[in-house]
Structure formats: structure tokens, C-alpha cells
């Protein structure tokens, strides 16, 4: 499986991004895709994650940071998964990375439970 993370930039806080990962290779195998963000100096931290492109239904789980300013959706078509980001804080800065597994579940949050990891992309939010 290979993942490739785009959507990166610089915006103003309070602005809007919305990052893509696209999915392929033995994209079956996949049970969940989530992203993840990794601030400077901090470990990489859970953000949002959907159940799977392959999967039927579109179970979504969030960090409580996040929750009702970014928004996790999934295009089957294009193998594609999507962070659309919101409401933008200075606090939001980090390198955002797309993940997927095998097997476990939406509410897993651990980095060492996926298997598979996009090369990341930046986002930072300032003035």
C-alpha cells in the first residue's frame, strides 16, 4: 500500500485547507485510513480517522481538538481520503501525515497500531 499526502500550505488563522491522500496498491488489505500531525518538538498525535475505502458505510472518529472544525470524508472513486480543515488556530501548525491499517478499530489512536504512512505534508497557520 502506498499513500501520498498533498494540500499542504499557509493560511491565515480562521482560514480553510483541505488535504488529500490517495491511496494504492492493495488497498483491500486496508481496515481504517486516519491522519495524523506532528508539531515541532511534539510527538505525532491522532486526529481523525474513517473506516476504510474498500468498506461499506463511513464510520468517522475525531480528536476532541479537532472535532466540529476539521472534517474526514472519503471519495471510492478516486481511492481517495480528505482532511478538510477549518477554522484554522495558530495551534493547528504541524506536518499532517495520512496512515492506514489492517485491522482494530476507529478508536484507536496509537501511531504504532497503523501500518502504513504517507511522506506528510506541512500546514501552517499564521498571520
Known amino acids: 500500500v502506498q499513500l501520498q499526502a498533498s494540500g499542504g500550505g499557509l493560511v491565515q488563522p480562521g482560514g480553510s485547507l483541505r488535504l488529500s491522500c490517495a491511496a494504492s496498491g492493495s488497498i483491500f488489505s486496508i481496515n481504517i485510513m486516519g491522519w495524523f500531525r506532528q508539531a515541532p518538538g511534539k510527538e505525532r498525535e491522532f486526529v481523525a480517522a474513517i473506516a476504510a475505502i474498500s468498506r461499506s458505510g463511513g464510520s468517522t472518529y475525531y480528536d476532541d481538538s479537532v472535532k466540529d472544525r476539521f472534517t474526514i470524508s472519503r471519495d471510492n472513486a478516486k481511492n481517495t481520503v480528505y482532511l478538510q480543515m477549518s477554522s484554522l488556530k495558530p495551534e493547528d501548525t504541524a506536518v499532517y501525515y495520512c496512515?492506514?491499517?489492517?485491522?482494530?478499530?476507529?478508536?484507536?489512536?496509537?501511531?504504532?497500531?497503523?501500518?502504513?504512512w504517507g511522506q506528510g505534508t506541512q500546514v501552517t497557520v499564521s498571520s
Open positions: 496512515a492506514a491499517k489492517r485491522i482494530g478499530t476507529l478508536g484507536t489512536r496509537n501511531v504504532a497500531m497503523y501500518d502504513y
